[in-house]
């Protein structure tokens, strides 16, 4: 199996989990970020560096022009970008709405798009895996353009699962609570705002980046062979169940 892995977002907490995970699996890493200092500070000179927006058509053609120019044969791909805009619709302005659209959902339509068509070109089998949020299936205030975006992920996901399946490219998502990484650290700034976000979850606690990047490498791992078209919760029971209060 190649194990060659694109990883976008890669400086993200969620991605440089992830990132380690994959090397102890001796894995090949393409990693992706807007920021080509930030990333050299975080990587120094190891794996395959690219600096690309995502949220662009134009921004993921670079990407892919440098990965056929670097002869690079992908077969899987971690979508680690995403931003959290909160806000009541009506106080959320224009431009913070189109950056959450754009950044957590057409960016993950314009490299899935590309993703498929390098594996066609490269007549390669794939997995991709996306990150959602609990937010995406049930209702939280002043979640209205990050629920939009996420669903709208979500929704992109079954479907793309299903018309490529076929060509057996699996295509799954994560659905996390919030994570205890730099793109949370505003909601979790001081020790009260980090015991009023652990008591929203029906397993208390705020999530540990670590375990969602276990359950993304094993989605694009052999042993998800089986496995397409899922939306994964990892988000200690907050949106599938209701606690005893007591």
Same mark, same amino acid.
């Given at each position: 199996m190649n194990k060659t892995v694109l990883i976008t977002g890669a400086t993200g907490g969620? @991605?440089?989990?992830?990132?380690?995970?994959?090397?102890?699996?001796?894995?090949?890493?393409?990693?992706?970020?807007?920021?080509?200092?930030?990333?050299?500070?975080?990587?120094?000179?190891?794996?395959?560096?690219? #600096?690309?927006d995502c949220s662009t058509i134009d921004g993921v053609k670079h990407l892919f022009d440098e990965?056929?120019?670097?002869?690079? #044969?992908?077969?899987?791909?971690?979508?680690?970008?995403?931003?959290?805009?909160?806000?009541?619709?009506?106080r959320t302005s224009e431009a913070d709405l189109l950056d959450c659209i754009s950044?957590?959902?057409?960016?993950?339509?314009? #490299?899935?798009?590309?993703?498929?068509?390098?594996?066609?070109?490269?007549?390669?089998?794939?997995?991709?895996?996306?990150?959602?949020s609990a937010a995406a299936s049930i209702g939280i205030q002043n979640h209205e353009a990050v629920s939009a975006a996420k669903g709208g992920l979500?929704?992109?996901?079954?479907? @793309?699962?299903?018309?490529?399946? @076929?060509?057996?490219?699996?295509?799954?998502a994560v659905s996390p609570g919030i994570l205890n990484t730099p793109a949370s650290a505003n909601l979790l700034s001081s020790e009260l705002m980090r015991e009023i976000a652990a008591k929203q979850y029906p397993i208390k606690g705020i999530g540990n980046p670590d375990d969602v990047a276990d359950l993304m490498a094993w989605l694009l791992s052999e042993k998800a062979q089986r496995v397409t078209g899922q939306i994964w919760s990892i988000d200690g029971g907050f949106s599938a169940i209701r606690p005893l209060v007591k």
């Open positions: 969620l @991605a440089q989990a992830l990132a380690k995970k994959l090397v102890i699996g001796n894995w090949q890493l393409v990693l992706v970020s807007r920021n080509s200092e930030k990333l050299e500070e975080i990587y120094g000179d190891q794996h395959t560096q690219i #600096t690309a990965i056929e120019k670097r002869s690079i #044969t992908l077969n899987s791909l971690a979508h680690c970008v995403g931003n959290i805009k909160l806000g009541a619709l009506h950044t957590n959902l057409l960016s993950a339509i314009f #490299t899935l798009s590309s993703f498929i068509s390098h594996l066609k070109q490269t007549s390669s089998d794939g997995a991709a895996v996306f990150v959602s979500e929704a992109l996901v079954r479907s @793309a699962a299903a018309t490529y399946a @076929a060509s057996n490219i699996r295509i799954n």
